[in-house]
């Protein structure tokens, strides 16, 4: 085996396999990441940040939430109106 | 403007230079992970590749060392250049040409580290999403640099504030 093949066993090589079904859990660390920059930009220091973090967290994913029901509510009754 | 660029080169360094330290290792792990994870779960090959998807690279040009590194293994990786991974997987350039013997052959020898769905938009979404927040630190690290260190929300609060008092005034 070459170190090009040995290599090729590690991450960031040979890409990972995820279950089609976890597809829209992996949304939950990325909202947090981008609800923790967001608020560490806002901040003087880091005190009261992770409860900050938390709120924007929660606001990213119930908006998301609230996005993603309207949009099916939308697509059904498009198919309710014009079938 | 040296902030900025540490910032870019590396998520944190830019506030780890003006003295945030904690913020600056706040910036590192909440940028760093989205950026790893994704390309742990997509591999370099086809992720980091300006020749398959111009503007995901564009986005994930927001952090700038793990971009090169990443481009660099790509490069390397399989004795295939990104260049060719792009040819072979589009199906276009001298690949095209090739008998389908050796279009195969070529083929067998990057499927390994190709990523397909929902692997691939795993990916590419972390990745882009790291990049574009690392934009957000980088200009975050400028104006920390040009007013004190207070983040832009305060300095305008401040600001308003002093307006305030010389209208009254």
């Known amino acids: 085996m070459s170190g090009w093949e040995l ?33 560490a930009t806002r901040a003087r220091s880091t005190e009261g940040l992770l409860r900050g973090a938390l709120i924007t967290f929660l606001n990213i ?23 | 403007m040296q902030a900025g660029i540490l910032a870019w080169i590396l998520p944190g360094a830019g506030h780890y230079w003006l003295g945030h330290k904690k913020l600056a290792a706040v910036f590192f792990a909440a940028i760093s992970l989205p950026y790893l994870t994704g390309a742990a779960i997509g591999g370099v090959k086809t992720t980091l590749n300006p020749f398959l998807n111009h503007w995901l690279f564009l986005a994930e040009l927001g952090v700038g060392s793990y971009t090169a590194a990443g481009f660099f293994l790509a490069n390397s990786v399989g004795g295939i250049d990104a260049r060719e991974t792009a040819a072979i997987i589009r199906r276009t350039g001298a690949f095209s040409a090739l008998s389908p013997e050796r ?33 957000l630190a980088i ?31």
């Open chain 2, 139 to 169: 200009l975050d690290a400028i104006a920390r640099a040009q007013t004190g260190g207070e983040p832009v929300f305060y300095h305008e609060l401040a600001t308003a504030a002093a307006r305030r008092a010389e209208g009254a005034a």
């Open chain 2, 103 to 135: 279009q195969n052959a070529r083929e067998s020898q990057i499927v390994r580290y190709v990523s397909y769905y929902p692997s691939a938009d795993v990916a590419q979404i972390y990745l882009a999403v790291a990049g574009l927040l690392n934009l």
């Open chain 1, 7 to 39: 290599l090729a066993q590690v991450p960031f090589v040979h890409p990972l396999t995820i279950p089609p079904g976890a597809r829209m859990w992996f949304f939950l660390p990325l909202a947090f990441c981008v609800a923790v920059v967001y608020r």
């Open chain 1, 61 to 83: 994913v119930v908006g998301m939430a609230a996005i993603a029901i309207a949009a099916y509510g939308l697509h059904q009754a498009v198919l309710y109106f014009w079938p």
